[in-house]
């Protein structure tokens, strides 16, 4: 392409791919900077640079892989009305916070780097978690939509689910206490009883991972609530 704009084409451009292509990693930094002044292209992390405006393309797209989950993922699915202040990014690695355009992008390791798609074409992908994973996802990292309320949110809202892939994945995870957390709030919210897929081992835990040890016994899937 002439000129730049094969920038464009890409969610996020390194600064190495602009050296590599321009042949001179000294006018790859002068013209990145040009670029940036001219707010042709805006930094995302150190080294990674885009012209794209949506955030949840760039975010997914700095490392690999990583997929976009949490109450971003859940309000970017209609799932909820609350407007996140940040945008959630499950990846496999320790990564520095960004701001991008306006935006706090969290990135959080996992070993659960499974569950998730791609979306959009061309120069509009982006990585995000299956709706039967961002289930599994509100119990493995529950800080990341905030409240034990947008975690019901999620189960709530969630109109197609397919059942035996959330199995599978359950069963994948293999967790005794994400099940019977999923297994109560899918149960109460859409009717969906997944009791017999696995064992309910003698342990107590919480429903509600934001409290402390509810008075409420749910006997069935021995949490607390």
Known sequence: MRNNEW??????????????RTKSKAYAK???????????????????????????????NLYFPSYVSGLSASYRNGLTEAI???ITVITG??????EYK????????????WGY?????????????????LLLDAFLHPRQFGNFEEIENAFKNSENIDVEKLKAYLLRLNSNKVYRQVG?????????????LMP???????????????RKLNKKWRLFE
Not at 93 to 98: A, E, L, M, S, Y
Not at 184 to 196: F, I, N, P, V
């Open 117 to 133: 798609h791609k979306e959009g074409k061309d120069n509009g992908v982006v990585f995000a978690a299956d709706l039967e994973k």
């Open 200 to 214: 309910v081992n003698k342990n107590y835990y919480r429903l509600n991972p934001f409290i402390g040890k509810g």
């Open 30 to 60: 002068l013209l990145v900077h040009r670029l940036v002044r001219a707010g042709k292209l805006t930094k995302a992390a150190r080294g990674a640079y885009s012209a794209f405006e949506d955030v949840f393309s760039v975010a997914s």
């Open 184 to 196: 109560c709030l899918l149960e109460r919210h859409q009717g969906t009883d997944l009791s017999g």
């Open 102 to 113: 306006k935006y706090v992008v969290e990135f959080i390791d996992s070993k659960q780097l």
């Open 93 to 98: 690695g320790k990564h520095k916070k960004i």
């Open 7 to 20: 920038m464009e084409k890409f969610p996020v451009i390194r600064l190495n791919e602009i050296a590599r």
């Open 84 to 86: 996140p202040i940040s």
